[in-house]
């Protein structure tokens, strides 16, 4: 099946910790995202990729980082930089980065600061 | 399996035109609905259901849901040029997001 797989989908970790977020997708898509979503809000870019080894920051991407070596993996690390963390992470990709290409979601990781 | 359909896949109209956008679902646990407007690369969150039958608006557009039948219906009235764009829909249930593939909606001056 082709799609985008994230992991885990819980995740709870203590302050001053980092962790990291996986996203993996088998579209064969160039452009990777990642969103935070706060309960009632929508959507916030964090960090997207148009192509391997290249990334830039997205709106709020102050605490986080974000690597992308193989075309089908963007994971992002929330770094203890990042004052709130606790949200729900929405990982995404699309064929290319123009605003008419759908992107796809996976089912995202919900992430809890203990 | 747990899945979101929107229909159409694609809509092209012209201006002033009213359209109405389907997103039907199969989702155990349903906690909620959301409709989102993609023009760019994050998209815009409209609207959140989680009643049925009660319809939430903001301007020209409007949305209700329908828990026994299963689906949403976004409209938008009056269409503009700038509601050109792609429409998501997504289903929140206990364990995860799904997401439906979308609308592409083409306003015509």
């Known amino acids: 099946d082709g799609g985008i797989t994230q992991s885990p989908k819980y995740l709870f970790r203590k302050e001053g910790q980092n962790v990291t977020l996986s996203c993996e997708q088998n579209?064969?898509?160039?452009?990777m995202y990642w969103y935070r979503q706060d309960p009632g809000q929508g959507l916030r870019l964090i960090y997207y990729?148009?192509?391997?080894?290249?990334?830039q920051k997205g709106d709020i991407a102050e605490g986080y980082s974000v690597s992308r070596e193989k075309k089908e993996s963007f994971p992002l690390t929330v770094t203890s930089a990042q004052k709130n963390p606790t949200a729900f992470y929405l990982c995404?990709?699309?064929?290319?980065?123009?605003?008419?290409?759908?992107?796809?979601f996976g089912p995202g990781t919900r992430l809890t600061v203990l | 399996e747990d899945k979101v359909v929107q229909s159409p896949l694609s809509l092209v109209v012209h201006e002033g035109d009213t359209v109405t956008l389907n997103c039907s679902y199969e989702?155990?646990?349903?906690?909620?609905l959301l409709w989102y407007k993609q023009e760019k690369k994050a998209p815009t969150f409209l609207f959140m259901l989680?009643?049925s039958g009660i319809e939430k608006k903001s301007g020209r557009l409007s949305s209700i849901l329908d828990k026994k039948e299963l689906f949403s219906i976004l409209n938008i009235t009056a269409t503009q040029t700038g509601d050109s764009a792609i429409y998501l829909c997504?289903?929140?249930?206990?364990?995860?997001?799904?997401w439906g593939a979308g609308t592409k909606l083409i306003i015509k001056p």
């Open positions: 579209l064969n898509h160039d452009a």
């Open positions: 989680t009643s």
């Open positions: 990729s148009q192509i391997v080894n290249d990334f």
């Open positions: 995404a990709s699309s064929i290319g980065d123009t605003s008419t290409d759908t992107q796809y």
């Open positions: 989702v155990t646990n349903f906690r909620s």
């Open positions: 997504a289903v929140v249930s206990s364990y995860q997001l799904i």
